[in-house]
T-cell receptor, first 113, second 115 residues
């Protein structure tokens, strides 16, 4: 019963490097989300997807790209990492748009030096 | 955009105490979520409610739509309840487009339960 799985869980990057965070869910959910969590702030939506092949920008999309080639996977990419992207990233999925229960991954802690 | 305020920001309790965490929001919503995050851990959904009251074990969540306020209660608190509790609200049904997907999260309440 995996639920939502994120990889990697920890990563250290140098400024300008690129990386991809993978989110996989086994609940057949249509809706998937990438959030970032920073000290003293609530979770903020980076990008989201309402189904396979679709993605859309959230509240803080700059510097990130996403893809949803398969329904179960939602990838978050950083093309050229910056120190401001040091954060904890959470993937979530839900079965309904507005009032669906959210299922979160364990989080991925990214440090950009 | 909805504004979500949680109180208190930090809470320390003795084991066995009754605990209340509050959440207020500024505009109408379709649902309110209570989430739990243990130190260094992932986030778990505790409750999702749009009216009334829900109970799960020692946890009780209530919501007053008219007053735009929700409370999370923990009865007979235990050290394993130590975590950050996060309130989040789903946008109202009349929102469309990107706004309809964007939950607004509170900053969280850090609870420490001392044995």
């Amino acid at each position: 019963n995996a639920g939502v799985t994120q990889t990697p869980k920890f990563r250290v990057l140098k400024t300008g490097q690129s990386m991809t965070l993978l989110c996989a869910q086994d609940m057949n959910h249509e809706y998937m989300y990438w959030y970032r969590q920073d000290p003293g702030m609530g979770l903020r939506l980076i990008h989201y997807s309402v189904g396979e092949g679709t993605t859309a920008k959230g509240e803080v999309p700059d510097g990130y790209n996403v893809s949803r080639l398969k329904k179960q996977n939602f990838l978050l990419g950083l093309e050229s990492a910056a120190p401001s992207q040091t954060s904890v990233y959470f993937c979530a999925s839900s079965y309904r748009r507005r009032a669906g229960e959210l299922f979160f991954g364990e989080g991925s802690r990214l440090t950009v030096l | 955009k909805n504004e979500v305020e949680q109180s208190p920001q930090n809470l320390t309790a003795q084991e066995g105490e009754f605990i209340t965490i509050n959440c207020s929001y500024s505009v109408g919503i379709s649902a309110l979520h209570w989430l739990q995050q243990h130190p260094g851990g992932g986030i778990v959904s505790l409750f999702m409610l749009s009216s009334g009251k829900k109970k799960h074990g020692r946890l009780i969540a209530t919501i007053n739509i008219q007053e735009k306020h929700s409370s999370l209660h923990i009865t007979a608190s235990h050290p394993r309840d130590s975590a950050v509790y996060i309130c989040a609200v789903s946008p109202p049904r009349q929102y469309s487009g990107a706004g309809s997907y964007q939950l607004t999260f509170g900053k969280g309440t850090k609870l420490s339960v001392i044995p």
